[in-house]
Structure formats: structure tokens, C-alpha cells
């Protein structure tokens, strides 16, 4: 026998630039990361766009022509509008229409796709872009909180396929992502808030610091008020990027995903409900039931855990739904280990700001704390009325 060890190492760099008002001729953001170091020729860029973000903010294709006129940047023909929301990752069609785009326009492994809108568009056009001719960088310009600060930093590209979340994806780094602030401004309230339960996850397993300062402004982040809002974007993105640069496991070969704490039953609810309720607030609700069970295994104390309630009710998330009492709490988390590879492993906490991964979870303990989740959510319910 004869074996070659092959070993090939690949370094990813990419910013992600906090900016405002990104289309302002006067924004050198989006130019610097088109024109990069290579200066040669100016670079052609095809943007694609969530529908909902086209419709609301009508001026924004004229913004994005006057910006690649000002800059020098070849716009190939007006921007692909693509539905917005869930739905865009189960459709073979917009997969298509981005692939047809890429032939059509003559788009090559040099030249950029720009996506703009949120979780769901990125995740699909991240797709495409990466499918297409093995890879056409990609430039992300999230447009929902959960995309600024979560779903659209990452790696991670995929669609929805075989009725399967994120069934057919990729491990692709983008070239870079850019953040702007105002692009969230026309988010109903309810996608303000669902990327606040990201930050809260991200608090309770890596820094205490960050969840004491959520706790803190709480009721201003409930008011969406603009400091405390790109205060909490920023750090949630900077922690997520730190786990994807220190983990060692950038594209999950392992078991273990710290960052899908409170997401076992996320998902599960997400599904059930067809995507009525979006992902941020099915993990608000994972995040309380897996809090209360870390309390109930005696991992963390009872203040800690009303503290974590109190945190998200306060944010205004509704911590159940009908969908968390028909689940059944077994096969949910028989589907996460499948979703994991093979190995069961639920982060819990062990504290604000620190966490463990288990391999085992007591389903019938589970499913008190899922009982005692509805009834606590239920009194709360009551007591408003
Ligand atoms: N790739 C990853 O690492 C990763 C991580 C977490 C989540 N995700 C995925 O992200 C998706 C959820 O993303 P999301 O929470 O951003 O929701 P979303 O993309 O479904 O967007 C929610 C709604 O807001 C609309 N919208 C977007 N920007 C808007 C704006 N500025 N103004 C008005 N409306 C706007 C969308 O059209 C949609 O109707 C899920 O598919 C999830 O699986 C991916
Ligand atoms: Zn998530």
C-alpha cells in the first residue's frame, strides 16, 4: 500500500465593515472591498436583492447606479429582485434565475455578486454564488438585525431542499460583508427583535459582560433606540466571528456548535409553524427552555435563570407558542443529532457567560421544563389581560 498524505492549507480573510448610509458616493466602503488590491481593471459587480428591501426602499436600485458611476465599477444590468423571507431557499427557480443571470451577464470567478437583504436571501444567493462556476466572490450586505449580526457574518450558504432546512449548502467565506445601520430602518418591529435573541445566545455562552449590559439597556432595546441597537449588533457579530476564528472548527467538521445553543427546538418550532415564526423568535423561546433546564440540572441558580426570563420577556419576545407543547421532545432532539452528524451534543449553560456541551438530555425532565415554559408564559399572558 501506498498512501500520499496530502495537505492543503487555505487561509480566508474578510472584513465586515460597520458603516452607515453605504451607497453615499462619499462611503468608501463598498469600493474598497470591490477594488481590493487589484487595481487592474474595474471590477463588474451584479446585485441581488430581497423584494421586501426593493419595494420599501424604492430609491435604492438609482442609489446603487449613481455609486458604481461614482466609483468606476461596471453594474451589470439592473439588480435581480428575489422574494424575501423563508421561502426564497425552498425555490429551485431563484436559484436558477441568480445562474441564468451569471451566463447572462458573463459573470466570472473575478467579478462580484452583492446581495442585500436578509438571513434568508444571503443564505440563498450564497448558494448560487458559490455553486456558480465553483465560486463567484461574494459581497453580503445583511438587512435584517439576525442578518447583521448573525446569519450574514458567517460561512455558512444554503437552501432549503427535500422539505429539509439548509439541506443543500456550503462552507463559503464571503469577500466581505458590509453592515449598514440604516438599511434596517424599514424592518417592521417584530424582525428588530428577532435578531436580539442571537445576541442574548451569544451573551449567555461566552460573556457575561455583554449579558449584563443587555439586562442593563433591556427596555431601550425594546424601544429599538438606534445606540443600543449597533451597540449590541456590533458585539454579537464580533463574538460570533471570534468563535468562527478560535474554535477550530470554522466549518463544523465536529460535533459540538456552542452557537446553537437554545436551537434544538428553535428549529423544530420554525418548522412546525411553516416559518410563521421567524428563527430569532423560535430561539428566544429554545433559549428560555434551555436556560430553564441547565437550572433544573442544577447547572446554573435560580436568579440566574429568572434574570435570562426576565431578559428576553422584557425584550418582548413571547416565550412559547402552540407548536412547543404538540412538540415531541424526543424526536426533536433525535433530528438535532442527525442535523449534528451522528453525536448528540446540547450547549447548557453553566453560568452567564459560560457553557458546556452534554451528549445526553433527560426527556422527561425536558419535557416538565417545556410544561412549566407554557404555564409560566400562559400566567404571564393572563395577568396582561
Ligand atoms: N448562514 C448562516 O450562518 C445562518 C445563521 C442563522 C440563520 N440563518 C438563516 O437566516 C434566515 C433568517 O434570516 P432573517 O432573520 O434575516 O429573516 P429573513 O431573511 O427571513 O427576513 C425576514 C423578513 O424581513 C424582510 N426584510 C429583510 N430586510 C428588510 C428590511 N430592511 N426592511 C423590511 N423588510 C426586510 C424579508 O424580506 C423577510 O420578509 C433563516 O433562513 C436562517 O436559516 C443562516
Ligand atoms: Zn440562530
Not at 102 to 124: F, K, P
Not at 136 to 159: E, Y
Request: net charge neutral; aromatic share 8%; glycine share 8%.
Amino acid at each position: 500500500m501506498i498512501t500520499i498524505n496530502q495537505e492543503v492549507q487555505v487561509n480566508y480573510h474578510y472584513p465586515v465593515v460597520f458603516t452607515e448610509d453605504v451607497f453615499n458616493p462619499e462611503n468608501p466602503a463598498l469600493a474598497q472591498v470591490l477594488r481590493g488590491k487589484q487595481r487592474k481593471r474595474s471590477p463588474k459587480v451584479v446585485a441581488v436583492l430581497d423584494e421586501n428591501v426593493h419595494r420599501l426602499q424604492p430609491s435604492l436600485i438609482n442609489r446603487i447606479k449613481s455609486y458604481a458611476l461614482a466609483h468606476q465599477f461596471e453594474l451589470a444590468r439592473k439588480p435581480l429582485v428575489v422574494g424575501g423571507g423563508e421561502a426564497v431557499k425552498g425555490k429551485q427557480a431563484v436559484l436558477d434565475a441568480i445562474y441564468q443571470l451569471v451566463v447572462d451577464e458573463r459573470i466570472d470567478r473575478h467579478s462580484y455578486i452583492l446581495a442585500i437583504g436578509g438571513g434568508a436571501v444571503l443564505d440563498a444567493v450564497g448558494y448560487a454564488a458559490a455553486t456558480a462556476h465553483r465560486g463567484i466572490r461574494l459581497i453580503r450586505m445583511p438587512t435584517t438585525v439576525l442578518s447583521q449580526n448573525d446569519a450574514g457574518i458567517g460561512v455558512k450558504n444554503g437552501v432549503n431542499h427535500l422539505g429539509r432546512k439548509n439541506f443543500l449548502g456550503c462552507f463559503t467565506p464571503p469577500h466581505a460583508v458590509i453592515n449598514d445601520y440604516r438599511l434596517l430602518e424599514t424592518l417592521e418591529a417584530r424582525d428588530r427583535r428577532a435578531g436580539m435573541a442571537e445576541a442574548v445566545k451569544v451573551a449567555l455562552i461566552r460573556d457575561r459582560d455583554f449579558f449584563e449590559e443587555l439586562y442593563e439597556q433591556r427596555f431601550a432595546l425594546a424601544r429599538f433606540e438606534a445606540e443600543p441597537m449597533q451597540r449590541m449588533i456590533f458585539r454579537c457579530a464580533e463574538l460570533h466571528l471570534n468563535h468562527i476564528r478560535n474554535s477550530g472548527d470554522p466549518f463544523e467538521m465536529g460535533s459540538a456548535r456552542p452557537l446553537d445553543f437554545g436551537h434544538w427546538s428553535a428549529h423544530k418550532l420554525e418548522a412546525m409553524s411553516g416559518y410563521r415564526i421567524r428563527h430569532g423568535e423560535a430561539v428566544a423561546i429554545g433559549l428560555a427552555l434551555d436556560s430553564l433546564y441547565s437550572f433544573k440540572r442544577r447547572m446554573i441558580n435560580e436568579r440566574d435563570f429568572e434574570r435570562i426570563w426576565t431578559l428576553l420577556s422584557d425584550l418582548g419576545f413571547e416565550l412559547s407558542c402552540p407548536e412547543l407543547t404538540e412538540m415531541d421532545v424526543l424526536a426533536s432532539l433525535e433530528e438535532f443529532r442527525e442535523h449534528l452528524g451522528g453525536f448528540l451534543s446540547i450547549t447548557l449553560l453553566t453560568g452567564l457567560g459560560s457553557a458546556v456541551e452534554v451528549n445526553e438530555i433527560d426527556a422527561t425532565a425536558m419535557k416538565s421544563c417545556v410544561a412549566a415554559i407554557t404555564d409560566r408564559h400562559a400566567r404571564k399572558l393572563a395577568q396582561h389581560q
